[in-house]
Every structure is written in structure tokens, then in C-alpha cells.
Antibody, heavy 120, light 113 residues
Framework: QVQLQESGPGLVKPSQTLSLTCTVS??????????WSWIRQPAGKGLERIGR???????IYNPSLKSRVTISIDMSKNQFSLTLRSVSAADTAVYYC????????????WGQGTLVTVSS | DIVMTQSPDSLAVSLGERATINCKSS????????????LNWYQQKAGQPPKLLIY???TRESGVPDRFSGSGSGTDFTLTISSLQAEDVAVYYC?????????FGQGTRLEIK
């Protein structure tokens, strides 16, 4: 069974760049037709999909974040990454990586999530 | 963006009773070419990531108890728990994947009465 694990700094200063990595284990990130997504959840609030990357279809970003976001994939390390630029307190959230199965945004596997706080 | 609106925001049900959560989309999520509804349901327990329960509006994910079922089409959907168990206490979310951006409902908190 595929497992996902987020890693990265838990604290980022305002106006700086948030960078997170998701390591996929138990299967190859390049096998199947999977979507690899980043989703975030502010404390006590709902879920927001930031974007996703697919080996065959490339990237799609949430238009509300598109100007600040890059998602990339490193098949040699079985990882995909999130970069969010010019962060503010509004970007404070638990960040999840997730797999969308069968070429759809059906999120069947999730990481445990990592809390990122934006504060000086 | 497609807005997903769940009702109620919170719900208290007795053990063994039926729980029903509704989800309404601001536009149809039924794709005409494949006749499928691009709608998922998730369960999120405290301190955990969401867990996929239902996809394509009514297909139960492997390993999900059969007391969970999904129904509906177009813009109106329902998640039903036929006989509430203590471990079902959680927040439930619907999610559409008909168009980008993928969007979620605001969540429904389910508690034991």
C-alpha cells in the first residue's frame, strides 16, 4: 500500500517561501495514472486543494494561488514538492499531500499532514 | 468555482440510528459523456487526515463499512450512515472534481446524541 509523508520547515517568515516535500513509499510515483496533490487546511477550517501534478498531464493549480505556487516531481527520489512564495499569515495551515487515483482527483491516500505556521 | 454547500453544519444522532448529510453543488457535477457524478465523500477524525469513503457519488471505497452509502445526482447528494457507531464521530466533507479548482464542502460535524 502506498504511503505518503510530508516534510519541511514548520515555521516560515512572512513574505518568504514555503517549501514542502512529499515522499511516496510502497510504490513508484511514476506508475499508474495518479495525480499527486497538495491540500491544505487552516486550523478548524475546511480543505483547499492547492494543485496537483501528473506524470502524463503535468500540473494544475488552484487559480486563487496560481501566481505563487509551483509543484514539481522528482521521480528518482519518488518525491513531489510544493513551493509557495510570498507567504502571509493566511497561509498558516496543515498541509497534506495526497494521491488522486486512476487519473482523477479521488484522494485515496493521504499523508499525516504537517503544520506550517507563518510568523515572524 | 463550483461551491459545495453541506447541510446541516452539525448533527447529533443516537447510536444505532440513521445519520443523513446533504451536499449541494452550485452547478451540476454530472459529466454528460460518461454519465458519472464527480463527487466524493470523506470522513475526518480529530487529528487525522481525511479518509475517502465514497467516490463517483455512490461507489464505496474498499474497506469502508457497508453502513456508509452515497446517493444523488447532478447537484444534490446525500451521505447516509445506516446505523451510527461510536467510531463514526467525525467531520464529513463532500468534494467535487468535475472542474478545477477541486472544491470541498464546509464540513458537517457528526456527534453522538
Amino acid at each position: 500500500q502506498v504511503q505518503l509523508q510530508e516534510s519541511g520547515p514548520g515555521l516560515v517568515k512572512p513574505s518568504q517561501t514555503l517549501s514542502l516535500t512529499c515522499t511516496v513509499s510502497g510504490g513508484s510515483i511514476s506508475s499508474g495514472n495518479n495525480y499527486w496533490s497538495w491540500i491544505r487546511q487552516p486550523a478548524g477550517k475546511g480543505l483547499e486543494r492547492i494543485g496537483r501534478i501528473s506524470i502524463s498531464e503535468g500540473t494544475i493549480y488552484n487559480p486563487s494561488l496560481k501566481s505563487r505556487v509551483t509543484i514539481s516531481i522528482d521521480m528518482s527520489k519518488n518525491q513531489f514538492s510544493l513551493t509557495l512564495r510570498s507567504v502571509s499569515a493566511a497561509d498558516t495551515a496543515v498541509y497534506y499531500c495526497a494521491r488522486g487515483k486512476d487519473g482523477y482527483s479521488i484522494f485515496d491516500q493521504w499523508g499525516q499532514g504537517t503544520l506550517v505556521t507563518v510568523s515572524s | 468555482d463550483i461551491v459545495m454547500t453541506q447541510s446541516p453544519d452539525s448533527l447529533a444522532v443516537s447510536l444505532g440510528e440513521r445519520a443523513t448529510i446533504n451536499c449541494k453543488s452550485s452547478q451540476s457535477v454530472l459529466y454528460s459523456s460518461d454519465k458519472r457524478n464527480y463527487l466524493n465523500w470523506y470522513q475526518q477524525k480529530a487529528g487525522q487526515p481525511p479518509k475517502l469513503l465514497i467516490y463517483w457519488a455512490s461507489t464505496r471505497e474498499s474497506g469502508v463499512p457497508d453502513r456508509f452509502s452515497g446517493s444523488g445526482s447532478g447537484t444534490d447528494f446525500t451521505l447516509t450512515i445506516s446505523s451510527l457507531q461510536a467510531e463514526d464521530v467525525a467531520v464529513y466533507y463532500c468534494q467535487q472534481y468535475y472542474s478545477n479548482p477541486v472544491t470541498f464542502g464546509q464540513g458537517t460535524r457528526l456527534e453522538i446524541k
